[in-house]
């Protein structure tokens, strides 16, 4: 019994040069679909008030800033820029609450019922 392996050791596949063509144009159509709807998605974003802006972490210059780019580039990537530094550069507030241990010389008050009723 003999087995060939002859078919697995063909060339590996070279695709043609319309191919790779149309693999580009494929592509570059993709990415400008993907602009144009995070363009639309920005545009809501214009419709938000001022107060639902801070609460993400973005201004109306941000806004106008990414406007101002080229059609051709991404205006999300500027906003997703700006809210992350706000978000690294915020003042950490710490809230010191009081102790729920009580301190080294507390006793428990007096009471006038039996024992196992304490404190």
């Not at 060939?4 to 400008?32: C, E, N, W």
């Not at 690294?88 to 009081?98: C, D, G, M, S, W």
Request: charged share 20%; no cysteine.
């Amino acid at each position: 019994m003999s087995t060939s392996f002859q078919g697995a050791l063909r060339a590996p596949y070279q695709p043609s040069s319309f191919a790779l063509v149309l693999a580009g144009v494929l592509a570059a159509v993709r990415k400008v679909g993907q602009v144009l709807k995070n363009r639309h998605d920005a545009t809501m974003l214009a419709q938000l008030d001022d107060r639902m802006l801070t609460d993400i972490g973005l201004t109306r210059s941000d806004l106008r800033d990414a406007y101002s780019e080229p059609l051709w580039r991404d205006p999300t990537n500027i906003l997703a820029s700006r809210a992350h530094e706000r978000r690294i550069n915020r003042p950490v507030i710490t809230l010191a609450a009081p102790s729920l241990v009580p301190d080294e010389g507390f006793t428990a008050p007096a009471t006038n019922r039996p024992a196992r009723y304490t404190v």
